[in-house]
């Protein structure tokens, strides 16, 4: 039988190591070509192996025997999905430009024609190209003068108080109780505060957001590589990848949203405080009971890929 490579990243050996007698075992996903190992961030201790260490991702490569019967991944996307792992881990560049930028490529990917040796090389090469335009300032210019639509950002912060979070999963804090409530009034909003929030959660992010993460900037990176890694983006069994991509997008918009929700009546975020809120929402998302109102949350009514770039936009 033929050998092919397993990827063991390091949360994995952290998680096994910190918890030696864990029921929960890391999950195992099958290619024909390749095995990935890793783990679901609905459980707190899964969560800061992930998001805890700026050396999660250090992969561990072995040859195993490869697994009978198995889906192949077909190679234009194991190049997208290289790809775009290359864009988000792009240095020096914030969350937001980084998820342009793979929109950029994304854009760029799908007027290419499906099948060919030229394609997959042009696909290799985008990363170098979008590193460029971040080297040399275009790719900044080209965000800062996109055009705010206010649409799909309302549409997920009105959605997000509507959202069945499992709130006894989250850490015990003077947060607990009031976070949910605060939640339930962003559903009940009329259109004046729906663009008074909007503006308050963007505000709140810029001023305090991302000064809570500045001494752990590689939190969100590794969420973001994690979930290329995960789900081997932009494949889906249902969506296309701009609906992939707007699904992550959103997923991050919405976080972003409930971590500047936490952070606007002047409480502090701890990091234990900051994983906790990860899991909770990463509960919620994977529930395959919430599948059909995730889906139902997503922004509508123009291209998917304009719909994510929206939300990233203000």
């Keep these: ?22 029921i929960r075992q890391p999950l195992v996903i099958n290619w024909q070509h390749e095995v990935r190992c890793s783990l679901l961030l609905d459980d707190p201790a899964c969560c800061e192996a992930v998001l805890g260490s700026p050396e999660a991702f250090v992969l561990q490569v072995k040859m195993i025997e490869a697994v009978p019967d198995v889906a192949a991944l077909p190679e234009e996307v194991q190049v997208l999905n290289q790809a775009a792992l290359d864009i988000v881990t792009l240095p ?13 490529m994304l854009s760029y990917a799908q007027k290419l024609p499906a099948g060919s040796e030229d394609t997959l090389e042009t696909l290799k090469s985008l990363p170098q190209t979008l ?6 300032g275009t790719l900044q210019q080209m965000f ?22 499992d709130w006894d999963r989250l850490i015990d804090c003077t947060r607990k109780m009031s976070l949910p409530l ?26 305090k957001g991302q000064q809570a993460f500045a001494g752990q900037p590689w939190m969100w990176t590794n969420y973001l590589v ?22 992550l997008v959103s997923d991050y918009f919405l976080l972003r949203s409930l971590f500047s929700l ?11 405080q900051a994983i906790s809120l990860f899991s909770v929402f990463e509960a919620w998302r994977i529930d395959p009971a919430n599948a059909a109102a995730r889906e139902a949350l997503l922004p509508s009514g123009q291209d998917p890929l304009l719909s994510a770039i929206a939300l990233l936009v203000g």
């Design 226 to 247: 994690y979930r290329l890694y995960h789900e081997t983006f932009p494949r889906h069994e249902q969506h296309d990848m701009q609906t992939c991509y707007l699904q």
């Design 92 to 104: 020096d560049l914030s969350i937001d430009l980084r998820l342009y930028a793979l929109g950029v």
């Design 144 to 165: 800062a003068q996109l055009p705010e639509v206010s649409g799909p950002q309302r549409q997920l912060i009105v959605g997000l108080g509507r959202l069945p979070f």
């Design 182 to 207: 605060q939640l339930s009034l962003l559903a009940l909003a009329d259109s004046n505060s729906e663009a008074l929030m909007q503006q308050q959660l963007l505000d709140v992010w810029t001023s």
């Design 131 to 136: 590193a460029g335009y971040a080297a040399n």
């Design 1 to 22: 039988m033929s050998k092919i490579e397993c990827y063991e990243p390091a949360f994995i050996r952290h998680y096994q190591a910190q918890h030696p007698a864990a």
């Design 262 to 272: 936490w952070l606007m009546d002047g409480s502090p975020l701890s990091h234990t």
